[in-house]
């Protein structure tokens, strides 16, 4: 079992900045990577950046790309999403998630950090 505690998040002005942290725990070495996802009011959850553990290899949303950074300190076992450049239809609440190894499956979910972003 993997164990993800999420920090950071808030309130920020557009254009301001914010970063997450998402720190694993337990049986790491059954994640294959850690994704962000992000849930607006009335909307489906949709998927943000990815990186994976070993390599570092990212993937983003084509929404965020070139504002958001994902990242990882391994020494930690975090994994950090910052983000540049907010806007408003940022505003969402975000979750870091597991995934497994050979699958596109996540088996583990933090709790959840609210960002809104003022206009």
């Known amino acids: 079992q993997v164990q993800l505690g999420q920090s950071g998040g808030g309130l920020v002005q557009a254009g301001n900045s914010l970063r997450l942290s998402c720190a694993a725990s337990?049986?790491?070495?059954?994640?294959?990577?850690i994704g962000w996802f992000r849930q607006a009011p009335g909307k489906e959850r949709e998927f943000v950046a990815l990186?994976?553990?070993?390599?570092?290899?990212?993937s983003y949303a084509e929404s965020v790309r070139g504002r958001f950074t994902i990242s990882r300190d391994n020494a930690k076992n975090t994994v950090y999403l910052q983000m540049n450049s907010l806007k408003p239809e940022d505003t969402a609440v975000y979750y870091c998630?597991?995934?497994?190894?050979?699958?596109?499956?996540?088996?583990?979910w933090g709790q959840g950090t609210q960002v809104t972003v003022s206009s």
């Open positions: 990186i994976t553990w070993n390599t570092g290899s990212t």
């Open positions: 337990g049986r790491i070495a059954g994640s294959y990577a």
């Open positions: 998630a597991s995934r497994v190894f050979g699958g596109t499956s996540y088996n583990y």
